[in-house]
């Protein structure tokens, strides 16, 4: 779930980066600048749980850098943090959909003094909306307003406050709420369960659900912004079969030789064979997965007569190969062509560095059923570092990313990564969530990594763990 959560996330890096340039003033500079500016009416909520509407001013300038600056006094929440990062990725988000280039605009987002709090990102469903409609030149619908977290995939995430945002709404006379899908049936602190479509309907408004943005501006605009439909045969382009192809041939000739091919072991023989059916069909990296999964399965078998000793070395070779590849790809220059391969190795490294340390830890507190099963999976996916290195040695070309670009992308996405993982842990404590505990702590630990990461300069690096902790709040918050 979580690399498919981020995909998403990475393509729209991806064409973030393509588009962005660094902008640097050194001097006072006469220029001309366009700005166009709108009111949008935020729903608050004070510490009482007594909803409010507050209005923020969202304005676009053109030309820009890609900045986003927000005024207020005070900021409109504790969860300041979350609030401006928040705001940022709106910013990415309504640029994309209108298919503009991030860096044309500067936005500024000024609101007005408050106590009140809007609940950290929750009125930045709001703000996309507002922006996309700025350099859209649309205007919005005075009678609508909306409130839910904008998620970088465009999908819009839950928030608190929900009834007492309502009854605010509809006091102020508006008459078409909009609110997180799946939250219409809201539960509160005392564990009371509301229906809040029937809930608004009794206060003379319409609360309607919304799964994304996309649908938050049709309502705000009339202007319906479907999702292109595209074949996977039109996904299927040359470099991505050859790249693909070459996946699975390498995790072929990796069963052959390591006689996994020839497995009596059910479950190595199992993805075998599913692996072979599906390359048959041109489903390559399909085919590479399952088999990957069969080398994984198959070094198990392979290590499991290992005595404790031989464990040990197995855990020492390993470190030291991941070394080396952790040291090969930090020599390669990153840019708009390759980005989304190197991030992808990192993100392979991080995973295997992950099991390695599990085992080393299984090892010291001599459990030896989990040190196979860490150590197989980490020599399977260590072996493929190689592969993924070939792929990355054949990409040529795109605009060289500079390092000081790079720390500037890695820090707004670590900052929104610390910032909605906070947000996940508040949301999940307040409605009661003490199961999802367990796999924040893991999230957190992540985003920790990421931090440290960051200071010591290894940004690819950071950036993928901030993207994997992104996906991963993602997942928990739908």
Excluded: C
């Amino acid at each position: 779930m979580r690399r498919w959560a981020g995909i998403i996330v990475i393509l729209t890096l991806f064409l973030t980066v393509a588009l962005l340039t660094a902008a640097l003033a050194t001097e006072w500079q006469q220029v001309i600048v366009y700005t166009r500016s709108i009111t949008i009416h935020a729903l608050a909520v004070s510490s009482s749980d007594t909803g409010a509407v507050i209005n923020i001013t969202v304005t676009a300038m053109t030309p820009g850098s890609g900045y986003v600056y927000v005024a207020s006094s005070p900021l409109p929440t504790a969860e300041s943090g979350t609030f401006i990062s928040s705001s940022q990725i709106a910013a990415l988000v309504a640029t994309y959909l209108a298919n503009q280039p991030f860096n044309k605009y500067n936005f500024l987002i000024n609101v007005e003094p408050t106590t009140l709090e809007i609940g950290g990102p929750s009125a930045s469903g709001y703000m996309t909306v507002a922006m996309w409609a700025l350099i859209t030149n649309h205007t919005l619908n005075p009678d609508v307003v909306m409130t839910g977290m904008i998620l970088p995939d465009g999908s819009i995430g839950p928030v608190g406050g929900l009834p007492a945002k309502i009854k605010a709404a509809a006091q102020e006379g508006y008459e078409v709420v909009l609110i997180p899908y799946g939250q219409q049936g809201y539960q509160t602190s005392t564990g009371q369960v509301i229906n809040l479509v029937s809930y608004g309907r009794s206060l003379g408004v319409d609360v309607i659900p919304i799964i994304s943005v996309r649908q938050a501006i049709y309502y705000f605009t009339g202007i319906n912004l479907t999702i292109p439909s595209i074949s996977s045969e039109e996904l299927k382009n040359t470099a991505y079969v050859n790249i693909t192809k070459f996946l699975w041939m390498r995790i072929y000739d990796r069963l052959i030789k390591s006689g996994a091919m020839n497995s009596t072991d059910p479950n190595v023989s199992k993805y075998v064979k599913q692996a072979i059916n599906y390359a048959n069909q041109g489903m390559y990296y399909t085919a590479a997965s399952l088999g990957f999964q069969g080398l994984i399965n198959y070094y198990q078998d392979e290590v499991q007569n290992y005595t404790t000793s031989q464990l040990y070395g197995l855990l020492n070779q390993l470190n030291n190969e991941l070394n080396y590849y952790s040291n090969a790809v930090s020599h390669y220059n990153v840019t708009t062509a390759n980005i989304d391969i190197i991030i992808g190795i990192y993100d392979r490294i991080e995973d295997a560095q992950q099991s390695l340390t599990a085992a080393s830890q299984d090892l010291t507190t001599n459990d030896i059923a989990d040190a196979i099963s860490n150590l197989a999976y980490a020599k399977a996916r260590i072996e493929t570092l190689g592969d993924w290195l070939a792929v990355l040695n054949a990409i040529s070309g795109g605009a060289p990313i500079s390092t000081n670009y790079l720390e500037e992308l890695t820090s707004m996405y670590l900052v929104y990564a610390q910032s909605i993982t906070e947000y996940t842990i508040s949301l999940s404590n307040a409605i009661g969530l003490p199961n999802a505990m367990q796999e924040m702590n893991s999230i957190t630990q992540e985003v920790q990594n990421a931090q440290n990461n960051y200071q010591n300069g290894l940004y690819p690096l950071a950036l993928a763990q901030s993207l994997d902790a992104i996906s991963s709040n993602d997942a928990m918050l739908h």
